[in-house]
């Protein structure tokens, strides 16, 4: 089975930067994307980052809120995931998540069907 694990979250004041990691394991098809997400208390899940194998650096997502302030990247031979969350504002406080599906060629494209395995989460609290 496909398991993921995100850690680095934390309390932080506005301004300052975090970085979380997304520990994976147990891919057993060739390609896939990996997409970071957060929930907010009281809303909705967000997409925040997404990236996949097969585009690699070269195909990366963002939402609009993050875009300029948060990079995703990505050690696809070790599993590892990351995303560099600098200038922090209040409204990024959530839970923050890592997820995953296969991305059957489509790159970074994927992403837009969602996640089909999802770790837990990571809180993430920026103060003002």
Do not use: H
Request: contains cysteine; charged residues 15%.
């Amino acid at each position: 089975d496909v398991q993921l694990q995100a850690s680095g979250g934390g309390l932080v004041q506005a301004g300052k930067s975090l970085r979380l990691s997304c520990a994976a394991s147990g891919f057993t098809f060739n390609a896939y994307a990996i997409g970071w997400f957060r929930q907010a208390p009281g809303k909705e899940r967000e997409g925040v980052s997404c990236t996949s194998s097969t585009d690699g650096d070269g195909g990366t997502w963002y939402g609009d809120s993050v875009k300029g302030r948060f990079t995703i990247s990505s050690d696809f031979t070790k599993n590892m995931f990351y995303l560099e969350m600098n200038s922090l504002k209040p409204e990024d406080t959530a839970v923050y998540y890592c997820g995953s599906r296969p991305d059957y060629g489509l790159g970074v494209s994927s992403c837009y069907y969602g996640m089909n395995y999802w770790g837990k989460g990571t809180l993430v609290t920026v103060s003002s």
